[in-house]
């Protein structure tokens, strides 16, 4: 079991060891949580309704550690981390930290065993292999998933693929520079070439298909509290030629405010979670094509890229003579909390990986069931946030500079719906006893909707129950009594 998302996998041990399972929680890092203990401390859920079960209970706990009694759904990583190791805690497991999965043994398309290495030190000699008759894939990135040869996508499916209107290509107005914004070195002047960031790609089609990826970037977590301030210092790799376009946007919107291109949400003790905004701000565009299907080594240096990008980009703000007066005093009244990541240099430990590959699996979640227009009898979780993609790329068009990507659709967040349990199923003919909460069956659009962090924790729930299900009744994934398996969740 290869996790980043250690929350699922960790509430699926916790489930299981009350239902009797003997569980094996693996961690590719040194922290539980994922991005929600990660900087994620602003939760995005739509309707509040569909959070039901251990994620229910996990905001709840958060709510206890500000001396609330109800659900709470804005806080610091520290205090997220918290409740996860409460949970670990409570029930007794064991977790292997620093580990991730490097192969998988496959018998009669089941999950026989895995080996995994060291994350930080891979060497043969400290490699583990793990038997189970139950795998379950809770990493942002499916890598069981593609080892256990079960199927998968990534990228932007064609609107005709599934009859779709806003997957693929989209150049929508969100998100996006104002008209005149020039996108060469010189302006002007074509032959100085294109400032940073910015493709050279003639623009696809609109609703055409292709492999490009959502943007990624750090949910930071900064403070304003003098005595808990740490200054922003010049990154590694820093170079602010790479922020030459926020100049220009700066010089045509003329903002009063740095809000107007970061993100501000604020949390508990003067700390702020600090998100992309506008057209150029910490989304790395076009940064992270190579990281679903990359090499671990791959991977590392895309992370690293965007930590100094987006490193950069606050300091940038802060320091560079070129950001008016105002812009750069309200950036430096804030700071790396001293209290925060005190084992990494007090910055976050989990990039914000948007979206990685998708599992094609026996149900197929598209725009009709975030719409409510396809209603599936066997949903397991629920999601209720609009359909939500980041800019995917940066292109000339018509002489001037414009990002694509951006879908943020309908405007009102849906009612509540249903996700299939078969969406986290992989097909039968290829796999019975692996499931996939997180890299579930859906197209690049639905996925935008199903991806908030508590719809996570509700299919990872559910996995767990699932697993256990199928185990007492000697049967493969897709043969649960879904039915059954609702009741048990309390699902009507």
Request: hydrophobic residues 35%.
């Amino acid at each position: 079991m290869a996790l980043k998302e250690a929350l699922l996998l960790l509430l699926f041990k916790c489930c299981a060891k009350k239902l009797g399972k003997s569980v094996v929680l693996i961690e590719s890092g040194r922290h539980l949580g994922g991005v929600t203990s990660g900087g994620l401390g602003f939760t995005d859920y739509g309707d509040k309704s569909a959070i039901i079960g251990l994620a229910e209970d996990f905001y709840h706990r958060i709510g206890v550690k500000y001396g609330k009694t109800t659900e709470t759904y804005t806080f610091e990583p520290h205090v997220a981390e918290v409740v996860y190791n409460s949970y670990i805690t409570e029930a007794n497991v064991s977790v292997f930290f620093d580990y991730r999965i490097i192969s998988a043994k496959i018998v009669d398309k089941k999950v026989e065993s895995i080996v995994v290495e060291k994350s930080s030190d891979s060497q043969i000699s400290t490699n583990v292999v793990i038997t189970a008759k139950m795998f379950i894939d809770c990493s942002y990135e499916g890598d069981l998933m593609s080892r256990a040869n079960i199927s998968y996508t990534f990228g932007r499916e064609s609107n005709a693929l599934h009859n779709e209107t806003h997957n693929g290509v989209q150049m929508l107005t969100k998100h996006q520079f104002p008209d005149g914004i020039d996108p060469y070195v010189i302006p002007g002047n074509k032959s100085s070439g294109l400032l940073w960031g910015i493709s050279d790609e003639t623009l696809a089609r609109q609703g055409s298909g292709d492999k490009k990826i959502q943007s990624f970037n750090y949910r930071i977590c900064l403070t304003n509290n003098k005595t808990n301030r740490i200054d922003i210092t010049k990154p590694d790799n820093y170079n602010p030629q790479h922020f030459q376009l926020l100049i220009r946007l700066i010089e045509k919107t003329k903002p009063k405010s740095m809000r107007s291109f970061l993100k501000q949400d604020l949390m508990p003790n003067h700390k702020t979670d600090f998100n992309n905004e506008g057209p150029f701000s910490t989304d790395a565009i076009a940064m992270n094509y190579e990281y679903p299907d990359g090499s671990y080594e791959t991977r590392k240096k895309i992370v690293k890229q965007h930590e100094d990008y987006n490193k950069g980009f606050l300091y940038f703000v802060g320091h560079d003579p070129q950001v008016p007066q105002h812009l750069r005093d309200e950036m430096l009244t804030w700071g790396y909390p001293k209290d925060e990541y005190k084992d990494n240099n007090h910055w976050t430990h989990q990039l914000y990986i948007r979206e990685s590959r998708r599992m094609s699996g026996q149900y197929l979640m598209t725009e009709r069931n975030a719409l409510g227009t396809d209603v599936v009898t066997d949903g397991i979780a629920m999601a209720s946030y609009r359909m939500d993609s980041h800019n995917a790329e940066r292109v000339v068009v018509n002489g001037m500079v414009k990002n694509e990507g951006d879908v943020q659709w309908p405007q009102n967040y849906p009612h509540p719906y249903p996700v299939s349990y078969g969406s986290v199923v992989p097909k039968s003919s290829e796999c019975h006893n692996v499931l996939v909460p997180v890299c579930l069956s859906a197209t690049h659009i639905a996925y935008g909707s199903i991806r908030m962090e508590y719809t996570f924790m509700e299919l990872g729930e559910a996995s767990a129950v699932a697993a256990v299900m199928a185990l007492e009744a000697n049967t493969s994934v897709q043969e649960v009594d879904t039915k059954a398996l609702k009741e048990k969740l309390n699902i009507k």
